[in-house]
């Protein structure tokens, strides 16, 4: 038999609005003192003019060292998402990866402490969300983020 974890459940739903709420920097705005060097779930998205389309969603230890050094001026890492830009033909190199984050896309944060809570934040936004690298080829059209409320699988959120 499985135990059913409500209070989990619920607090991982919650995460996930609050993450989907928080406010998005684009990438080509950030400045590293605007990220914490604190853990938590981040969230990257492709800015359209109407809509975000979740792209990444990934734990750290350490938001701002994952985001500006990692995906901004890293190189070609095994598991991350400017490896899986070019795998998907998206970017056709390291510098377009770069150059696709800072120009099409943004990034959201929320501050999780528990590494436990941080993983199973991450695998749920990803469940919820199906972000285009690491599960989903082609995203549908969602009416808004608030849909989470109201049932509705949230495969594209709404600026």
Do not use: H
């Amino acid at each position: 038999m499985i135990i059913n974890q409500p209070d989990w459940q619920k607090k991982l739903f919650n995460a996930l609005v609050e993450l989907c709420n928080k406010y998005s920097v684009k990438f080509c705005d950030l400045m590293p003192g605007d990220l914490p060097p604190k853990s938590g779930v981040y969230l990257i998205t492709k800015i359209t003019d109407e809509y975000e389309i979740p792209y990444w969603v990934e734990w750290t230890d350490n938001i701002k060292v994952r985001i500006s050094s990692g995906l901004l001026m890293g190189g070609f890492a095994e598991k991350s998402l400017k490896r899986e830009l070019i795998e998907k033909k998206i970017c056709i190199d390291v510098d377009d990866a770069k150059k696709f984050l800072r120009e099409k896309c943004s990034v959201r944060w929320l501050r999780v402490k528990d590494t436990r809570f941080q993983n199973a934040l991450t695998y749920y936004a990803r469940a919820i969300l199906l972000p285009r690298c690491g599960l989903l080829e082609k995203p549908q059209k969602l009416s808004s983020a608030s849909a989470l409320l109201d049932g509705e699988v949230p495969l594209i959120i709404k600026n």
